[in-house]
Every structure is written in structure tokens, then in C-alpha cells.
């Protein structure tokens, strides 16, 4: 994705960054984050269901690997964020995180409701975001498929 979409939290030691050929060429990265894709599926859920449901993210992913599993504080709070928890797997060398769970708190948009009687009320959005980084994911299983 162009590296302009990216937080600038994130400086270039924290991602990929692909080399540019000539000075025209636009920065791509390797995404960090799925906000783009998050906040587009937010503005349908918003716009046509009342609830999201979300199952217990730590609990799926105990039951695809085997490995001890659990969720802790991030150990590096986005600026975008509230709170962040990550779910990370002990695969025998260390605690590795596998998943971030963010409240968001830079959905550009604002949530409009009306009751039946009174002023239409505008609220802030928070958008959760379930970050899962399948590399690691495969990685652990491995690990655990080995053992």
C-alpha cells in the first residue's frame, strides 16, 4: 500500500518498505495495519446492521494451535488507540504475539442516531480492530505440529 496511508507511528525499521527505482515512484509498504479495510467494512456495519457480534479472539485462536495462549496489554500502545491487547502464543522459546486487538479512535467519521422523540445525537465512533498475523499463526502451528 503507498506509504502515505500509514501512520507515521510507524517509522520505516518498523515495516517493509519497497525500493523505489526512480524519484517518481510512489513508496509502497507492506502493511502493518488493516485500518483502510477495517473502516470500510465499520461504515457498512454502521450503515445496515444495528450490532457486530465477535467471537472471543484468544479462544479461536487456543483452538487452531496447540500451545499455551494468552492475552495480555500491549507492550506498545498505538497513538491511534485506546487500549490494545495482544494475544500472544508461548511456542517454547519465547511469547510470541500472534494478534492485536485496538479500540480505535481515528475513524474519520461521526455516528448519527435518532430516537422517536428529540434532536438526531452524533457520537464518536470507536472502531474495534482484530489485527491476526497469519505468518505467525502458521509459524506456532508448526512448531506445535512438530512437538
Given amino acids: 500500500m503507498p506509504r502515505s496511508l500509514v501512520s507515521s507511528a510507524y517509522s520505516n525499521a518498523d515495516i517493509w518498505v519497497q ?10 509498504i507492506l502493511r502493518p495495519e488493516t485500518t483502510p479495510s477495517t473502516y470500510a467494512y465499520m461504515q457498512h456495519s454502521l450503515g445496515n446492521h444495528s450490532k457486530t457480534r465477535l467471537e ?3 479462544r479461536m485462536i487456543a483452538s487452531l494451535i ?9 507492550d ?13 502464543i508461548d511456542n517454547g522459546d519465547k511469547w510470541m504475539e500472534v494478534s492485536s486487538i485496538s479500540r ?26 482484530i489485527a491476526i498475523g497469519l505468518d ?12
Fill in 66 to 74: 496447540p500451545l499455551p495462549t494468552r492475552i495480555v496489554p500491549s
Fill in 19 to 28: 525500493e523505489q527505482l526512480s524519484a517518481g515512484d510512489t513508496a509502497l
Fill in 76 to 88: 506498545r500502545l498505538p497513538a491511534y488507540s485506546e487500549v490494545t491487547m495482544d494475544v500472544e
Fill in 104 to 129: 480505535r479512535t481515528d475513524f474519520p467519521q461521526r455516528y448519527g442516531s435518532q430516537l422517536k422523540r428529540g434532536p438526531a445525537i452524533d457520537h464518536d465512533v470507536l472502531v474495534l480492530e
Fill in 136 to 147: 505467525r499463526c502458521v509459524y506456532n502451528w508448526g512448531i506445535a505440529a512438530d512437538r
Fill in 56 to 58: 472471543r479472539v484468544g
